[in-house]
């Protein structure tokens, strides 16, 4: 069901799912998705058949089955073509989902989409069929707690597969741990923390430390990261939301808009309304 939040579309779970958790094999041969929105819980499809042209924060990718796309709650996206697939969709509110793999989908966040081995892809399919077993509702007091587990278990098996493609947690150097840490922070605080100090304070660093590391690991200083991210919530109202850019600026924390204006500008490289009618032509 999709509603409008004060800001942007998201598509919220029906208040008939089950304690948080939708699941759901679907085939498609027209388009008939959605436009751009945001879904209430943590998202993955898995695509089991065909090709999907999908768009992920303004980031564009093909992917053709059998592949898996995650999507964090806060990411806008929406589908630009697909031909006769079929995926299996599973949405689960944090509530409902193991601390533990809660964490790790924050940490990965955002990834590509993964496209899997045949061996992987095997096993996700039969993980699936038990969750969907387990999504028919019947007169059984474990049936939610059973659909709940199988469907962690499947966010621990996905999980799995991304994190396959990452240097193992115990390999980690310093400076990529603290890059982790600071990512995670700066998702939480970017609309509060403006300055790389108030970062460093937090991890029990110095300044300079936290700015060396950053750096070292992806070429860019602190307060770069911080305006990015602070810019790519303003690209999502500008393009997805009829509000001026003053109040995105004040949703953003920024009291004088056009400071706001001027830092827009610099890391795109054109002024806000530029950007908007750019992207709606």
Not at 7 to 19: H, Q, Y
Request: hydrophobic share 35%; glycine share 4%.
């Amino acid at each position: 069901m999709q509603k409008k939040d004060n800001v942007i579309l998201f598509n919220a779970m029906d208040e008939a799912d089950s304690n948080g958790i939708s699941i759901e094999r679907i085939s498609f041969k027209e388009n008939g998705f959605p436009h751009s929105h945001r879904d209430e819980g943590y998202t993955f499809h898995i695509l089991e058949k065909g090709t999907v042209d999908i768009e992920i924060d303004f980031n564009k990718y093909s992917i053709s089955s059998p592949s898996v796309v995650y999507i964090h709650p806060t990411q806008v996206h929406r589908i630009l073509h697909f031909e006769n697939i079929t995926i299996c969709s599973l949405s689960v509110k944090d509530e409902s989902l193991n601390p533990d793999y809660l964490k790790l989908l924050e940490q990965i966040t955002p990834v590509k989409p993964l496209k899997l081995e045949d061996t992987a892809n095997a096993v996700l399919t039969n993980i699936c069929d038990l969750c969907l077993s387990f999504s028919v509702k019947k007169n059984d007091a474990l049936q939610h707690s059973l659909l709940k587990d199988s469907c962690n278990m499947l966010v621990a098996f996905m999980i799995r597969q991304f994190l396959g493609k990452e240097k193992p947690e115990a390999h980690l150097s310093r400076p990529e741990i603290i890059t982790k840490s600071f990512r995670l922070l700066l998702e939480k605080n970017y609309r509060i923390n403006k300055r790389p100090g108030e970062y460093a304070d937090q991890l029990h660093i110095s300044t300079a430390y936290l700015n060396e590391c950053i750096k070292n690991i992806t070429g860019l200083p602190v307060s770069r990261h911080i305006q990015e991210r602070i810019i790519l919530e303003a690209k999502r109202y500008l393009y997805h939301t009829r509000k001026s850019v003053k109040e995105i600026s004040f949703e953003l924390g920024y009291d004088d808009h056009t400071y706001f204006s001027k830092l827009f500008k610099k890391i795109t490289g054109m002024s806000a309304l530029s950007f908007r009618r750019k992207n709606h032509d």
